[in-house]
């Protein structure tokens, strides 16, 4: 099982290597410095953690967060955050969860099976993708 969650962190984070610098192209910019603060956990951390979740069987996250990932996954996820700070940044992780589950088969099999009801959005999202990222390239 720990050789798992290595395998999808690093699937997760390739998909992110090429996500980011992307997604980042294409925000809206003012014209204004903005300060980016680097959060302790990095956006493919989060990622790997949420879609653990789906894959755990656990009812709620609240429970999957504290009662798994902070005493047992500690060794993988070495600055772990608050569960309250984790919510937060999985907002950031939303759209390029989807993303990372259209573009990798393995990560789309997991979370399909558990997020049947969102499959519409799933399919709008990935329309999004390909006509943004795979045609842009």
């Given at each position: 099982m720990d050789n798992d969650i290595v395998t999808l962190f690093c699937d997760v984070d390739d998909f992110c290597i090429i996500y980011e610098p992307q997604f980042n192209k294409?925000?809206?910019?003012d014209g204004s410095k903005k300060r980016i603060r680097k959060s302790k956990l990095i956006l493919s951390?989060?990622?790997?953690?949420?879609?653990?979740?789906?894959?755990?069987?656990?009812r709620t996250f609240k429970d999957y967060y504290?009662?798994?990932?902070?005493p047992h996954l500690q060794w993988a996820f070495h600055d772990l955050v608050s569960y309250n700070r984790f919510v937060e940044l999985m907002s950031q992780a939303l759209l390029p969860l989807?993303?990372?589950?259209?573009?990798i088969p393995h990560i789309y099999a997991i979370m399909?099976?558990?997020i049947t009801p969102?499959?519409?959005?799933?399919?709008?999202?990935?329309?999004f993708f390909i006509d943004v990222f795979v045609h842009s390239w």
């Open positions: 294409w925000l809206l910019q951390e989060v990622m790997t953690i949420t879609i653990w979740f789906h894959a755990s069987g656990y504290k009662k798994e990932v902070i989807f993303g990372c589950c259209i573009f399909y099976k558990y969102l499959y519409h959005t799933v399919h709008l999202l990935s329309t």
